[in-house]
T-cell receptor, first 115, second 109 residues
Framework: NAGVMQNPRHLVRRRGQEARLRCSPM?????VYWYRQLPEEGLKFMVY????????ESGMPKERFSAEFPKEGPSILRIQQVVRGDSAAYFCASSQGQPRNTEAFFGQGTRLTVV | GNSVTQMEGPVTLSEEAFLTINCTYT??????LFWYVQYPGEGLQLLLK?????DKGSNKGFEATYRKETTSFHLEKGSVQVSDSAVYFC????????FGTGTRLTIIP
């Protein structure tokens, strides 16, 4: 059973371009979470999705950022018109059940650099 | 929602020292409690968990006991190694899987 797969591992974008980050959860997991981490800082929650539904997006910036988890295929975090401040590591996690009592499994992250 | 207060870092210890990282939580009801660890350049991974009061989670020499009376879940290890250098996150199960800032631990030979 493969772990949570994120790709690409490293992504370089010029200011104004779009960044698409992909996350394939573990097999059988229907709950997906996205986080952003700056160097030497903790994980900042962005969004929680459960197959085709956004459960909580309270950590997502209101503009330029969107996330989806379609019925088929990976979850996608999309950042439009990237700016230098978007440079960070973005982590995805998945769980089989509700986060209150179920452990989560993390991917290796995508390191986005905006030049 | 549930939240956590975790010992601030960074923490620096010598190899073979005793480790305690304090964690107290606020929670609705009695959720599971987790410790996650993040090694350099990697995502978080579960270190240990406890699902109910008085449960002790353990893994790789680390232990933590779910204390309902003191709402605590302190992480301990009797003899740390250089390879334990990482960032440690305490997390009560909650509605959307959020974490605190973590505690950075550095073990020096």
């Amino acid at each position: 059973n493969a772990g949570v797969m994120q790709n690409p591992r490293h992504l370089v974008r010029r200011r104004g371009q779009e960044a698409r980050l992909r996350c394939s959860p573990m097999k059988g997991h229907s709950h997906v979470y996205w986080y952003r981490q700056l160097p030497e800082e903790g994980l900042k929650f962005m969004v929680y999705l459960q197959k085709e539904n956004i459960i909580d997006e309270s950590g997502m910036p209101k503009e330029r950022f969107s996330a989806e988890f379609p019925k088929e295929g990976p979850s996608i975090l999309r950042i439009q018109q990237v700016v230098r401040g978007d440079s960070a590591a973005y982590f995805c996690a998945s769980s089989q059940g509700q986060p209150r009592n179920t452990e989560a499994f993390f991917g290796q992250g995508t390191r986005l650099t905006v030049v | 929602g549930n939240s956590v207060t975790q010992m601030e870092g960074p923490v620096t210890l010598s190899e073979e020292a005793f480790l305690t990282i304090n964690c107290t939580y606020t929670a609705t009801g009695y959720p599971s409690l987790f410790w996650y660890v993040q090694y350099p350049g990697e995502g978080l991974q579960l270190l240990l968990k406890a699902t109910k009061a008085d449960d002790k989670g353990s893994n790789k020499g680390f232990e933590a006991t779910y204390r309902k009376e003191t709402t605590s879940f302190h992480l301990e290890k009797g003899s740390v190694q250089v390879s334990d250098s990482a960032v440690y996150f305490c997390a009560p199960g909650n509605e959307k899987l959020t974490f605190g800032t973590g505690t950075r631990l550095t073990i020096i030979p």
